[in-house]
């Protein structure tokens, strides 16, 4: 499944990406906006030339993430329908003008809202989504619009389940759940994916909770669920990220996306302190503001940046 482009195209988005590379860097040394973990700062964040990046979109309640892999992208998820101007300048400060993958982890507002906009102005060569059951099949404006938006923009369509795999630049994709069709809650359809770059695992989740986790959990070799990096289920709710659950993952950094006092109370203090039990380095968008996990291959060396709120 992985994308070819022809060489040409390559070569340009490479020289295009490098003259972006170069501006932004120029800028960011003069105005000092780089921010190193645990730093604040309310600038946006800017461009890295790590070979492997996640990108955790400030995006209020929803998810959107972006993952570069060496020269591959994708979008995982959206956000509510009001983000999609947000979503669109973080791509094009970026240097991102097509994106090699869309994923639509499931079929709620929070997580295919703005895919309309954003393929407005940023094509996906191939949308991914969840092989689900039929009485899960949204009634929802929001999923009509989302259907239009992927048939509009040309790409090449596919519903994945476990099993299924992939690669984006140089790392292996493999989808671990949807294990199967019977979910009893599109939460529970949630495309679970690990993503292996070098030895660096990280695992996203879409909006998975315990039910899912623990059919993943019996379906799958535990030692696939070992994971640098989490993106926390569902915005770090205590409906996920349950105890056996992070007893495999072990995470060593996490990422939770989430609004600012959200009406949910996300995330819940009970998943936080599961989470310490592993780790302290838990990174919050509602408090941090862009999350970038950021992976160089030749130092192996993992570093977060934080863009920090206003
Ligand atoms: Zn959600």
């Given at each position: 499944m992985a994308q070819q482009k022809p060489r040409e195209t390559k070569l340009k988005d490479k020289i295009i990406y490098a003259i972006v590379v170069v501006i932004l860097t120029l800028v960011a040394l003069i105005s000092g906006k780089y921010t190193s973990e645990?730093?604040?700062?309310?600038?946006?964040?800017?461009?890295?030339d790590a070979e492997f990046q996640?990108?955790?979109i400030d995006v209020g309640q929803g998810d959107s993430i972006f993952i570069r892999a060496d020269d591959q992208t994708m979008l995982i998820d959206s956000a509510e329908s009001s983000e999609g101007e947000t979503i669109i300048q973080y791509l094009n400060a970026q240097g991102v003008s097509e994106l090699n993958y869309a994923v639509a982890t499931h079929m709620h507002a929070d997580h295919i809202g703005s895919f309309p906009k954003v393929f407005n102005a940023i094509k996906p060569q191939i949308m991914l989504e969840p092989v689900f059951p039929d009485d899960l099949i949204p009634t929802t404006?929001?999923?009509?619009?989302?259907?239009t938006a992927v048939e509009d923009s040309g790409a090449e369509y596919k519903a994945l389940k476990a099993g299924d795999s992939f690669t984006l630049g140089n790392a292996e994709i493999s989808v671990l759940a949807p294990v199967s069709e019977e979910a009893n809650s599109l939460n529970n359809t949630s495309l679970v994916l690990r993503v292996q770059y070098d030895d660096i695992v990280c695992l996203f989740t879409g909006d998975m909770e315990t039910q899912e986790e623990k059919t993943l959990?019996?379906?799958?070799?535990?030692?696939?669920?070992?994971a640098t990096f989490l993106k926390a289920g569902h915005h770090g709710s205590d409906t996920s990220s349950g105890e056996k659950f992070l007893e495999a993952v072990q995470p060593e950094y996490v990422g939770i996306s989430c609004g600012v006092d959200n009406k949910y109370g996300h995330p819940a203090e009970s998943t936080l302190e599961h989470l310490r039990n592993y780790t302290d380095k838990i990174y919050i968008t509602a408090q941090q503001g862009d999350i970038v996990f950021l992976y160089d291959h030749d130092t192996k060396t993992c570093n977060v940046v934080t863009s920090g709120k206003e």
């Open positions: 645990n730093s604040q700062s309310s600038e946006n964040i800017t461009v890295s996640i990108h955790m404006k929001t999923y009509e619009k989302y259907l959990l019996e379906a799958t070799d535990p030692s696939l669920l070992k």
